[in-house]
């Protein structure tokens, strides 16, 4: 017979996906899916009955009240904000849809921010894992008419999840060396070939990286210049650098040492790199495993 512990250790990567798209943080995801298991394990026999609707229930609610918590401290974040990078080459997501995958791409957790609490909710429970209505109602505790409401209201802002061009993946491998070689040697010409022509740089150092970028930086020179002089200024003799898929995306950690001291993830497209997101904010770092 199934314990306790059994059944959560199978929803827990459900658990974990719902948490960590309502807050954009691996390790806040972490902490509140560890208070769903302490309070899941105190809960009376009675109370626990339907598992997943139970769990689930618990962790977005707790997800709702932290991000109403937070609301203020995102609306006075220093410089752009971005998610928490998460390296999802060692840890996949618990299903390979492809709603699931573009669901946890930076341009669509940073899209997320444009919502209230509670439209997020209802909008990744119905559009990313597909609960019925009467599932989000019960969940979220309201009716299934007004959640109808808030998932059309959330998508005049963010529109429907719709899957992006996937790199050849070796393409994509190519890149980012060449990215990283190019800019270890300053070479801003090469660096400008592998950039499109509407590419934008986001650097989110969250007031704590000086010299971060406080708006998004826009042109392939404008991007290249940055990108090289900021890693002469920064970066220390003993930076290596791991190419992984983060986000779903290809991108590479920067380490000083065993310390990760920053991120990026490129999002590629026409065989030329259209985005780069930078994460720099040592806060939004600890959860990268070290160099080894």
Known sequence: METRADVFASTRPLLFSIAYR???SVMDAEDLVQDAYLRWQEAPEVDVRAPRAYLTTIVTRLAINQLRSARHQRETYVG???????????VPDPSGSVELAES??????????????????????????????????????KS?????????????HVGTAHARFEPDQAHAARLVEQF???TAAGDVDGLVALLAEDIT?????????????????????????????????????RTSLRATTINGQP??????????????IFDIRGGRIRTVYAVGNPDKLAGLPPET
Not at 116 to 123: K, L, T
Not at 148 to 153: A, D, G, I, V
Not at 251 to 264: E, K, P, V
């Open 22 to 24: 309502m807050l954009g």
């Open 80 to 90: 752009p904000w971005l998610p928490e990078p998460l390296v999802t080459d060692t």
């Open 104 to 141: 946890l791409s930076m341009a669509f957790l940073v899209l997320l921010e444009r919502l209230s609490p509670i439209e997020r909710a209802v909008f990744l429970l119905r559009e990313v894992f597909a609960f019925e209505y009467a599932e989000i109602a019960r969940i979220v505790d």
């Open 144 to 156: 299934e008419a007004n959640c109808r409401q808030l998932l059309t209201r959330a998508k005049k």
């Open 180 to 182: 990283t070689r190019a």
């Open 201 to 237: 740089l986001w650097a989110d150092g969250g007031g704590r990286i000086p010299g971060a970028a406080l708006n998004p930086i826009h042109g392939p020179n404008a991007v290249a210049r940055f990108v090289i002089g900021t890693t002469r200024r920064f970066a220390p003799a």
């Open 251 to 264: 991108g590479f950690i920067a380490y000083a040492g065993t310390h990760a001291q920053a991120a990026l």
